[in-house]
């Protein structure tokens, strides 16, 4: 019996924590949207990840993003926040108040735990979260970006 209690218990904790980002973002106004996955992703030399650029077509707007997961096994996203080679970010998709995922929302991330907010970049746009989210480098080339 104490094993559907706690199931139970979890479930409702469960309904209550999305019910309260459902408040919380329809609050904010978010959608919730998110990102798709990056297509055409390889591993390279040294456990850093390629993204074929020309196969992720959203990176090429401002605003852009496209999901995939980090070298140190972390939800990750490639972001496009400002033109030319060096407009590419990688952040960790991991929020830095207590480690749930965060998701896109309209251009920024909300993280559905505390409703933490971040910029398209990882800067922190509102708490309980004060730190940013962790970024990866990235080199650019022509086609390519390089993460890790
Ligand atoms: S874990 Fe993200 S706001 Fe608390």
């Known amino acids: ?8 218990e979890k479930e ?33 030399a040294g456990g850093k990840f ?7 077509k959203v990176l090429a707007k401002v605003g852009g993003a496209v999901l995939f997961t980090a070298k140190d096994g972390s939800p990750a996203a490639l972001v496009r926040t400002a033109a030319g080679s060096k407009g590419l970010t990688a952040i960790s998709l991991v929020c830095t108040h207590m ?8 251009g920024k991330w909300i993280c559905p ?6 910029a398209l970049n990882g800067a922190v746009l509102g708490g309980p979260a004060s730190t940013p989210l962790k970024k990866y480098p990235v080199t650019v080339t022509a086609s390519k970006a390089i993460i890790g």
């Open 1 to 8: 019996m104490k094993d559907s209690k706690d199931f139970a």
């Open 12 to 44: 409702i904790s469960r309904r209550a924590l999305l019910c309260g980002f459902g408040a919380i973002a329809a609050a904010a106004g978010f959608s919730l949207d998110s990102a798709s996955a990056a297509v055409g992703v390889t591993k390279v």
């Open 50 to 56: 390629s993204v074929d650029l020309t196969a992720n």
């Open 99 to 106: 480690g749930v995922t965060v998701a896109e929302s309209q």
């Open 113 to 118: 735990a505390h409703g933490s907010l971040y």
